[in-house]
């Protein structure tokens, strides 16, 4: 009786192979099913990419079924998530209908998505760099979470990048290897899908192994996987050697040129470059042009074996890059074509493909399509057995307990910076779950945040002990700068965009490791406009923290005009999934950073900003707490007009001592005077625009704005001040259809003190009145 050998190996490559296949076709299938085949409305085009797609294939089909445990996480190359999309297909996870609907509306998402996608992402990714450098800050945030008792050494999964080459270009990619090797991070892989093609054009030839030495001089392992198996074979033969230089010389565009004409453009100049030189062209005769395009092709990063061993020889924490080369569009008619990034197949190629495939027609959605029943059968044996199909899902993390109140923090003037530092120097020195929950974070800014005094209290996180030197030598200090692991505040290089990163990481400890952390982030306000795509990105992803700009406006007026944080009110409100206030008295801060701490973790909630102040004024004596409820809602008459008044004045912020002074000057003019105190205009917007489409959509009900302004008479006059845009209040007056005149800051400073900006902008007590004189008075 005849034995049939089992090669395990080999089996285990095959199925990789044929999963590497179904990958490719079902990628390009998705895309071209959007683009060519599901009816268009409105003539644009819908796009997708196939040859991005076609270059990973292999790399995920080696990563997904055989490199990862169901602990480790991944971000998916933005314009590799149809290849994503496919391996869910593959393992049941995603329905038919989802990939019929990529790129339409409810349908799969264009680039990975935690909050929209119906499959499982463990980060999002789009913007090119930043699912990047997330990994990194990950694999950082779950140390921490090791070392605070909340997830097991072992538990310990690998944060794996999937990326683009030009992805190396952004400028986010190096922030974060810095700080990254500060923080001595572990347990993270970058896996560069090397096809040497961005958008535009072939990368820069200079850059070769220019990225070896970046990344080894920051602590990386840099791992090349330059051939597959089949060169290394050839080129180990008489004359393979030379063949190798050949590439190992080649300029990358003629190389990506070469391998879209394909296997006789590749013979005529491998003949007339080397065909000469021993044994070369006897070798090169071996194979026909098919066999001689494959050859030249076969890069690592289209090898499963070479893959397979790659991963398999890299086991130990230590953070590794991997170049994978890669051909862009391999497989593909689009193969090396310079303008590949968006270019489609049309419908005659993709019917080639899919003869060539062995597809039958009108089973194109099949997801063992092309396979003969035995085949497929154990396909799905062995897909059914890899590790991602027991991957479990994501945990649900117990909410964090938050006190009833948080103390006022006392003092007849105080900035709403200080009252913020203050009410956390309570926290860290309170016993309880709560406290042990909040982490810091500022980039370099942490004592002139008002951050410090927490962090002497809870100390600076780091896996290994750093003594406090200048403690140790006894030399006076107000901030004590030990390090631990038991540390609360994660202390970084002025780099905003890694900022926000690490706030992102930190805001997804709960769905990514199970323990939610309550992360409070401090940057100076103008500067969250150098990170801004990084807020974006982790709004995006839903992660959730307090962020606080300060100090904020004018009361940076001595730092110069560059510094006198203008928009992010804007910001504030047009970022959606942040929840944007902006306080003026200390009892107010308390109010709105217990609330925070809340809205962080309820599953409608989100992340929220605060912009504070250093300037330092007046506290008032409250009645009774009435004004909190809407304080919260995004404003509350600080004096309430009499029913009917023709006029209110309107403030935010730290220039409430003028709004003050200006309304108790006016009052007598103008009877029932009132003077709202808008705490979130943010959070006014939106609720007006969500009553407005409530009412469109046939609901009934009023938003706290209208019920607000609501008390004054129907044309009545508003002056609007805010130290920043006055756009950020001038909206009110379409609420109710009043006359509005807005104050605030709409060019760029210069240098000075408050009274002279503030009378220099026009937002003073002396402004106010005379905006509202021109309003309400008529002269
Ligand atoms: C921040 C940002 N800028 C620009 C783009 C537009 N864009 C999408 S992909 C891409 C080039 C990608 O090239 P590469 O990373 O090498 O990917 P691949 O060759 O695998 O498609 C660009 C410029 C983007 N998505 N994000
Ligand atoms: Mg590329």
Same mark, same amino acid.
């Given at each position: ?365 099949? =997801?063992?399509?092309?396979? $003969?029943?035995? &085949?497929?059968?154990? /396909?799905? #044996? %062995?897909?059914? !057995?890899?590790? @991602? ?49 909040? =982490?810091?974070?500022?980039? $370099?800014?942490? &004592?002139?945040?008002? /951050?410090? #005094? %927490?962090?002497? !209290?809870?100390? @600076? ?70 990170? @801004? ?247």
């Amino acid at each position: 009786m005849a034995v049939k050998t089992i090669n395990p190996l080999a089996e285990k490559v095959a199925a990789l192979e044929t999963i590497d296949a179904r990958l490719r076709w079902l990628s390009s299938w998705t895309v071209h099913n959007a683009n060519h085949i599901r009816e268009k409305r409105d003539g644009l085009k819908v796009g997708g990419h196939q040859a991005s797609c076609a270059s990973m294939t292999a790399i995920m089909a080696a990563l997904y079924f055989h490199a990862l445990r169901p602990q480790d996480k991944v971000a998916v190359k933005p314009h590799a998530g149809p290849v994503l999309q496919a391996i869910h297909y593959m393992l049941g996870q995603q329905s038919l209908e989802q990939l019929q609907r990529f790129r339409a509306l409810g349908g799969a998402q264009s680039y990975p998505s935690r909050t929209k996608d119906k499959i499982p992402v463990d980060f999002s990714t789009g913007s090119v760099g930043l699912g990047v450098a997330i990994t990194a800050f990950s694999s950082l945030v779950q140390d921490y979470m090791i070392a605070h008792g909340h997830m097991a050494e072992d538990d310990a999964g690998r944060m794996i990048a999937l990326m683009g080459d030009a992805e190396l270009d952004e400028g986010n990619i190096y922030e974060c290897l810095i700080e990254g090797f500060k923080h001595d991070i572990r347990n993270c892989w970058w896996i560069v899908d090397y096809n040497r093609q961005s958008l535009d054009s072939t990368t820069a030839d200079r850059m070769f192994r220019r990225f070896d030495d970046i990344f080894e001089t920051c602590g990386w392992r840099v791992i090349t996987l330059k051939s597959g198996k089949l060169q290394r074979e050839v080129f180990a033969k008489p004359g393979g050697q030379t063949i190798s230089d050949w590439i190992d010389a080649c300029p990358n565009a003629e190389f990506a040129a070469l391998t879209y004409q394909g296997g006789a453009a590749w013979r005529a100049r491998l003949e007339a470059d080397i065909g000469d030189h021993p044994h070369v062209g006897k070798l090169l005769k071996s194979f026909d042009d098919d066999g001689l395009a494959h050859l030249m092709t076969n890069l690592g990063g289209h090898c499963i074996e070479t893959l397979m061993t790659a991963f398999d020889n890299a086991q130990d924490d230590r953070p590794t890059l991997f170049i994978a080369y890669t051909v862009k569009g391999y497989g593909l008619p689009l193969a090396g074509h310079k303008d590949n990034h968006s270019g489609m197949m049309n419908p005659a190629q993709i019917e080639q493909l899919r003869a060539s495939m062995n597809i039958p027609e009108g089973h194109e959605w099949d =997801v063992f399509g092309g396979l $003969d029943d035995h &085949q497929a059968a154990q /396909l799905k #044996a %062995f897909i059914a !057995q890899s590790a @991602l199909a027991d991957k479990p899902a994501e945990p649900n993390a117990q909410a964090i307990a938050v006190p009833a109140r948080f103390a006022v923090p006392a003092g007849e003037t105080q900035s709403t910076q200080a009252a913020f530092g203050n009410i956390l120097l309570d926290l860290a020195k309170s016993e309880g779950s709560f406290a042990d929950h909040i =982490v810091t974070t500022a980039p $370099d800014v942490t &004592q002139t945040t008002n /951050l410090g #005094a %927490f962090v002497n !209290q809870r100390g @600076l996180f780091h896996r290994a002990e750093m003594a406090d030197v200048f403690r140790a030598a006894k030399i006076p200090s107000a901030q004590k700068w030990a390090a631990h692991a038991a540390g609360q505040h994660i202390e970084l290089g002025i780099a905003e965009t890694n900022f926000f990163l690490a706030l992102t990481a930190l805001g997804l400890s709960a769905p990514h490791f199970g323990t939610r952390l309550l992360p409070v982030g401090t940057v100076y306000d103008p500067f969250i406009a150098r990170g @801004l795509d990084a807020l974006n990105y982790g709004c995006y992803s839903d992660a959730r923290f307090l962020l606080v700009g300060t100090p904020s406006g004018l009361t940076l007026g001595p730092e110069g005009g560059a510094h006198q944080s203008i928009n992010p009110p804007l910001i504030g409100m047009g970022q959606p999934n942040l929840a944007y206030f902006e306080p003026a008295y200390a009892d107010e801060v308390a109010l709105i950073m217990r609330w925070a701490f809340d809205f962080m973790q309820q599953p409608d909630g989100s992340s929220v900003y605060l912009r504070l102040s250093t300037r330092q004024i007046p506290q008032i004596e409250r009645p009774d707490s009435a004004w909190e409820a809407d304080a919260l809602n995004g404003a509350y008459w600080l004096r309430r007009p009499a029913p009917g008044a023709e006029a209110a004045l309107v403030y935010t912020g730290a220039i409430a001592p003028e709004a003050l002074d200006a309304w108790t000057q006016l009052v007598d003019d103008i009877p029932g005077l009132g003077l709202l105190s808008v705490t979130s205009p943010d959070v006014l917007h939106r609720d007006w625009s969500a009553a407005r489409a409530a009412r469109w959509a046939g609901g009934q009900g009023s938003s706290h704005i209208e019920r607000l302004l609501g008390e004054l008479a129907p044309g009545a006059g508003l002056v609007t001040v805010i130290d920043g845009s006055p756009g950020a209040l001038s909206w009110l007056g379409g609420v109710h259809g009043m006359r509005v005149s807005p104050l605030g800051v709409d060019r760029f400073g210069q240098t000075g003190d408050l009274p002279d900006l503030y009378r220099t902008y026009r937002l003073d007590a002396d402004a106010i009145i005379d905006a509202a004189a021109e309003l309400f008075i008529g002269n």
